[in-house]
């Protein structure tokens, strides 16, 4: 039996003046062969492997055309998506515009792992979120039981 990589912990890097950053070195092979950096939720941004990708595109692809909010959210996720590599320090290239979305501006970056895809933050947009589930463990759990976790 072939054993998921999954994604997850949490780092924080340096955004260089190219507007590049470093993916953990425990990730670069799950992302070596190829990946999509896109806006996601929550204004960050999602650094999908390509096989996670594709198969979110798939989803997406069989959302019905005639659902305005289908087509809303298909068009937010693909327009704003870039395949891109690593290069070969590990870093990839987070374009201007991508970056202005995940108000990333320079500095440090937050690579947070959400087991199918890495996301990056803004360390302002990243901490009071954390802080927010952090400190209401009660609502955290009541919303894991909905979920039926």
Known sequence: MERT????????????????V????RFRVRLGQGATLARWLDRCLGLFPQDEWEELAGRLRALPLT?????????FMSSGAVEVELDRQGRV???SYLREYAGITE????VVGALN???????????PYRTRIEDAPE???AHLAELGI
Do not use: M
């Open 5 to 20: 990589s999954f994604l997850t912990g949490e780092f924080r890097h340096a955004l260089d003046d190219r507007g590049r």
């Open 107 to 110: 500095g440090e970056v937050v």
């Open 93 to 95: 290239l987070v374009p």
């Open 139 to 141: 609502e955290l759990a």
């Open 67 to 75: 659902n305005p909010r289908a087509r809303e959210f298909a068009r």
């Open 22 to 25: 470093a993916v953990p070195a």
């Open 117 to 127: 895809r890495l996301e990056l933050w803004a360390p302002s947009a990243w901490q």
